[in-house]
């Protein structure tokens, strides 16, 4: 499918004009010679603004859902192995998300997570939807991105791609590692650029869910089985994350695509 005009890189969105939410401490990092090439700024992209957010965790199981556990991701059928396992507490044989503070940086307090733990997802699929494996180089603004080539023969362009989040204040970066919420094709509101509202229905109309470190660092009142928190989201170049409790572990492993997926 060929980009609409509401699917274009924000090549005019800098910092927090506009529509976007105020953003603190969130200060960019020089562009290394590993980052955009020389020369050149690194891309900036629209905001997608008061976003209904649930929260899902590595090693996670809702019964009775399709899409609904989380010892698995579409990017990785080994994901809560790799991870280092249930990113909670396992009480009563089944793994339960467990308060985070920024005493220890929002991090798991019963086990040592080998991935980082701040992470979400979006509804776009580009390894294992049809749909949306088919239109990512029209859709994905970083496709024909010469540093993200590796990644695509890897097999995704979404995954460990970092997206900014912002609420109440507070600013917290995560990485993609799943898609959903329900959809997994949504490029109209994923890479739209006039803040295109989530195709779902379901749970609120939510756009994404987040793990529990981001839970915490972005102050979500809801707790963890609620769909009544919302957030503001952006892509960001990889350059331009700043350090804080997101980058003590990066996640590399690329996705990973099933056999039986044609």
Sequence with gaps: MAAAAGLLLCTACGGSGGSAPAVAGASSPSVTSAG????TQPPQYPWHTGIAATSFWVGQVISGASDGSQAISTYDPQWESHYGGCDGVVTGGGCQ???????????????TP???PFYLDLPFDDVHNATARAERAAVIPWAHDPRYAAQLAQGSLMKNHWVELSNAG???????????PRLYDDARYVFGSHDERP?????NNAGLDVSPALNGCLAFTHGYDSDQD?????????????????????????ATRSTTTG
């Design 199 to 203: 195709a779902n229905t379901q749970i």
């Design 170 to 180: 507070h600013s917290c970066y995560g990485q993609i590692e799943d898609a959903g």
């Design 97 to 111: 998300a467990e308060p985070r503070t920024a005493t220890n940086g929002f991090f798991p307090t019963a086990m």
């Design 114 to 116: 080998r991935q980082n």
């Design 230 to 254: 919302h957030v503001s989201w952006r892509f960001v170049d990889q350059t331009t994350v700043p350090s804080g409790p997101w980058t003590r572990i990066v996640t590399t492993n690329p």
């Design 36 to 39: 955009a090439p020389a020369g």
